[in-house]
Nanobody
Framework: QVQLVESGGGLVQPGDSLRLSCAASGFTLDSYAIVWFRQAPGKEREGVSCISRRLGTTYYADAVKGRFTASRDNAKNTVYLQMNSLKPEDTAVYYC?????????????????????WGQGTQVTVSS
């Protein structure tokens, strides 16, 4: 079965850390750039980070720059999002998506149809 599966979400306090995983099955993840999106209740989906498929180049939204780090382990067919210094405004459902078009770079602003595969999402709640 071809799918992306996110994991690692949870309920944490402000200032805590979480590491999200995006694991692929049924296809090879290193053929895709991977984008992390999030969507909070009542808000539009936003791209927060991406990692390119060849050079591992990463990009971050201003809201998470310096706090979030994307990485990939092609041997494990998995991409990670390390989230440090979490804030209440980081609360959202986080999704990963596979972009077949980006090669040496990646984009946070592609439309939904750009992405070949989507994960089901994992909830991150930051609250004291």
């Amino acid at each position: 079965q071809v799918q992306l599966v996110e994991s690692g979400g949870g309920l944490v306090q402000p200032g805590d850390s979480l590491r999200l995983s995006c694991a692929a099955s049924g296809f090879t993840l290193d053929s895709y750039a991977i984008v992390w999106f999030r969507q909070a209740p009542g808000k539009e989906r936003e791209g927060v980070s991406c990692i390119s498929r060849r050079l591992g180049t990463t990009y971050y939204a201003d809201a998470v720059k310096g706090r979030f780090t994307a990485s990939r382990d092609n041997a494990k067919n998995t991409v990670y999002l390390q989230m440090n210094s979490l804030k209440p405004e980081d609360t959202a459902v986080y999704y990963c998506a596979a972009d077949p078009y980006a090669i040496n770079s990646c984009t946070l602003t592609g439309g939904t149809l750009r992405y070949r595969y989507w994960g089901q999402g994992t909830q991150v709640t930051v609250s004291s």
